[in-house]
């Protein structure tokens, strides 16, 4: 019996975020979303430079007016030292609560560090550019390669879309991006369903489209970074977020597409956003899915996410290498890939599709 069956059929305890916070200057309100988590005397904050300058420095005066003793750890990365280190600060400290501001580094240590340590975390993103900022796992670079690591989920997430909106438009566009592919990751799940005998869940699988769907769904208001236009991108992350809580896997947001990400990440010197990696990885697997990849190469042009490997300042051998070697990212994972693509198939798709020339 596969893991996901097993979700199906027996009792399981689903983590998600108890508080979800969100809207203008929602960072002014902290100290009342954390209430929920009871009498907190000591936290850590984890940032970096230039997150503790956007909100870290308020979250810090805010905790610190409620009455909590805080203490700021400014992270240089997001490495295992690092995870020691913040495990370290939170012993020390006797910190009750972690609170991650940032993007995505701070909000993985925090994640994962508070996880090892016993004690909840608030998530207060910065920019949306991944679905991370909601989900349970984290990603943390271990000896040169960021791995994903289980951890849980944020007890409140802040979500100031006053931030969010003033964000650099790349990172949103991007968490579009990571989102968006969900539509392709969805569909290699039920592929391994349906070839492999894979676990499924229709519940996991149904919140992944939605989240996507939503995207879709306001794609042309994306660019004009509203505040209500941010909000529909934060709801699509945090969604996404709980479609991998529910599954209790990243399977519902992580397919072949995701797959052609890493594989990048691997080859590349200096690989673009994971959610522009994605959007790419997205339109071509869509194409090898037998779906609607035009609409999906549409949809990410319409919100300004880069279409061709040029624009990503990627070069036309590495991303057919990338494809080609990305069934050898986590090779337990069924996806459209199978058992990998020739170099004249992984050529001819991006061609197809207009990734490379
Ligand atoms: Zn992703």
Not at 111 to 125: A, E, L, N, R, T
Not at 263 to 288: F, K, M, N
Not at 297 to 314: C, F, K, N, Q
């Amino acid at each position: 019996m596969g893991k996901s069956e097993e979700i199906t059929l027996g009792i399981r305890n689903i983590r998600l975020p108890a508080v979800l916070s969100r809207g203008p200057n929602a960072i002014e309100g902290i100290g009342s979303a954390m209430d929920l988590l009871g009498d907190l005397g000591r936290g850590l904050i984890i940032c970096d430079k230039i997150t503790y300058n956007i909100a870290g420095r308020r979250v810090e005066q805010l905790l610190n007016e409620k009455g909590m003793k805080i203490l700021v750890y400014s992270i240089p990365a997001a490495n295992g030292k690092v995870l020691d280190r913040a495990k370290g600060l939170i012993f020390k400290h006797g910190a009750e609560i972690a609170v991650g501001v940032g993007g995505g580094r701070p909000i993985d240590i925090a994640k994962k560090s508070s996880f090892d340590s016993g004690i909840p975390f608030v998530s207060v993103p910065t920019a949306p550019s991944h679905d991370g900022i909601g989900s349970a796992r984290a990603s943390i670079r271990l000896d040169g390669i960021n791995t994903s690591m289980a951890a849980h989920p944020p007890a409140v997430i802040v979500a100031d879309t006053t931030i969010l909106s003033n964000a650099p438009y790349r990172l949103i566009a991007s968490g579009c991006g990571d989102v968006i592919s969900n539509i392709t990751a969805v569909r290699d799940w039920e592929i391994g369903r349906d070839e492999n005998g894979e676990g499924f869940s229709e519940y996991a699988a149904e919140l992944s489209r939605l989240s996507a769907k939503l995207l879709i769904r306001h794609a042309s208001e994306i660019p004009e970074k509203t505040g209500n236009s941010t909000r529909v991108v934060v709801d699509a992350l945090i969604t996404s977020g709980i479609a991998m809580a529910v599954a209790d896997s990243s399977r519902p947001a992580s397919g072949a597409e995701h797959k052609f990400s890493h594989s990048l990440d691997r080859i590349v010197e200096r690989p673009a956003l994971h959610g522009e990696q994605c959007a790419l990885g997205s339109i071509v697997t869509a194409y090898l899915q037998g779906g609607d990849w035009e609409m999906l190469r549409d949809v990410m042009e319409t919100i300004g996410i880069p279409t061709t490997a040029s624009a990503l300042g990627l070069k036309r051998e590495e991303v057919i290498r990338a494809l080609m070697e990305a069934k050898d990212i986590r090779p337990e994972r069924y996806t459209i890939l199978g058992k990998g693509l020739t170099c004249q198939e992984a050529e001819e798709a991006l061609k197809h599709v207009g990734i490379i020339d």
